[in-house]
């Protein structure tokens, strides 16, 4: 009996593996399943054949892979990840497949879902639900990894989900709003109102520690007393607080401590003077006011920055803060007849302001990179992207004043 591979049909094309030609010509493709059990494919064409047998072993012969529903896949991936991220970011995810995908598409059977599934019920959450493109980008996140891992187990041939949101990013992309960070003279009339304004003077410490430091508003919502060192003027980052939904288990909002995402998350900041007085006049206004943190989160305590609540402040809190500030110096700038208004921003903005105005100044890249914990230059170089009209005149003048001198 000749070897299997070495058979061949009636026009001497090798025949291969599993592979038969019936005595009327078509041919049969014989397989198993992962259950043993031994099925068969038929053609009158032994390309037509082939192209389907690839299809099959793709779906590698599952049992009752048409009855899986992209919820049954989440549920997979529930099991798989929680655990192995870090909480708040998981929540997020599962807040957002219950809320968005579960009642729609997620009703789906994975093996029925097409790309242009997934682009129409983007769109959908882009026209209906209107959410921003950014939003729908975490949609897309939880959406990929669910079924991905249906791909991964052979469920599926592929991953209908990839590369289906960058239409959307293309077509609506400019609704999503740039940060940028404050001009100089912005930051000047904003600096002045947290110093001289009596009921912004309490912000002053927190904001003036984000707007010389560079830290993320997790970081310095995180920031102990034990990370500042006073003698050597240094600032220890190795944690951030999150303030995340964990309405999948307890329908609520709460306090954690994360550490770091990256390795260049952890780092030591310098203390500049101006945010050492800050921070001393901080930890006055607290011991007069008697405030202090006795609570413990995730085992930290002695926040150095807390509420009337004496709890650490969230994003949110800040954020709330900004607009009111911004709100009370536009008005009294407009009741002065002067049009020099600040622009709405949020916490991101006094980083992107720090960095901004640190590359400005001339500082190396890498020390810049180092001292606000990012991994890569592009990332920096990001948030630099767009030299500001400002600078640009001022730099320009310099050439000017050269001629000039001619």
């Known amino acids: 009996m000749p070897k299997v591979g070495l058979r061949k049909d009636d026009k001497n094309r090798r025949l291969l593996e599993g592979e038969y030609q019936k005595p009327n010509g078509s041919y049969e493709y014989r397989y198993k399943d992962k259950e043993g059990k031994l099925h068969s494919i038929y053609s009158l064409d032994l390309q037509e054949l082939r192209r389907r047998k690839e299809e099959i072993k793709s779906k590698n012969f599952l049992k009752d892979s048409h009855k899986l529903t992209m919820n049954d896949f989440y549920e997979r991936w529930k099991d798989i990840k929680e655990g192995t991220i870090k909480d708040n970011v998981f929540r997020n995810y599962c807040y957002n497949y219950v809320t968005y995908v579960a009642d729609k598409i997620g009703r789906m059977k994975v093996e029925e879902i097409k790309q242009s599934d997934v ?10 639900r209107k959410l921003k493109v950014s939003s729908i980008d975490s949609v897309h996140t939880v959406i990929h990894q ?14 209908p989900s990839d590369k289906c949101l960058e239409f959307l990013k293309k077509s609506h992309g400019h609704e999503k709003d740039k940060i ?24 002053m410490p ?4 984000m707007l010389y430091t560079g830290m993320r508003i997790g970081e310095v919502s995180g920031l102990q007393y034990e990370d500042i060192d006073f003698e050597n003027d240094l600032i220890t980052m190795k944690h951030t607080l999150v303030y995340y939904d964990k309405r999948q288990k307890e329908h609520r909002c709460e306090y954690g401590m994360n550490s770091p995402k990256t390795e260049a998350g952890y780092r030591k900041i310098p203390l500049l003077p101006k945010v050492k007085e800050a921070l001393l006049e901080n930890k006055e206004t607290m011991q007069d006011l008697n405030r202090s943190c006795k609570r413990s989160i995730d085992g930290y305590s002695n926040f150095v920055f807390i509420n009337r609540d004496n709890n ?13 500030i911004v709100k009370d110096i536009n008005d009294e700038l407009l009741a002065n007849e002067k049009d020099n208004f600040l622009p709405k921003f949020t916490s991101h903005t006094l ?14 890249l890498p020390v810049v990179m180092d001292v ?29 004043d050269y001629f000039d001198n001619f």
């Open 180 to 203: 940028r960070a404050l001009t100089v003279s912005e930051q000047e009339i904003f600096e002045n109102s947290l110093y001289n304004d009596p009921k912004n003077r309490i912000w």
């Open 119 to 128: 682009k129409k019920f983007y769109k959908s959450l882009y026209d209906t």
């Open 351 to 364: 980083r992107h302001t720090f960095i901004t105005r640190s590359i400005e100044k001339g500082i190396p």
């Open 312 to 324: 650490p402040f969230n994003q949110s809190d800040i954020n709330r803060a900004i607009r009111r």
């Open 206 to 209: 927190f904001f003036i520690t």
């Open 372 to 400: 606000v914990g990012h991994k890569d230059i592009e990332t920096t170089l990001q948030i630099y992207n767009d030299v500001q009209d400002e600078f640009k005149s001022r730099e320009m003048m310099k050439l000017n």
């Open 146 to 159: 669910v079924l991905q891992l249906a791909y991964e187990d052979d469920y599926i041939a592929k991953n």
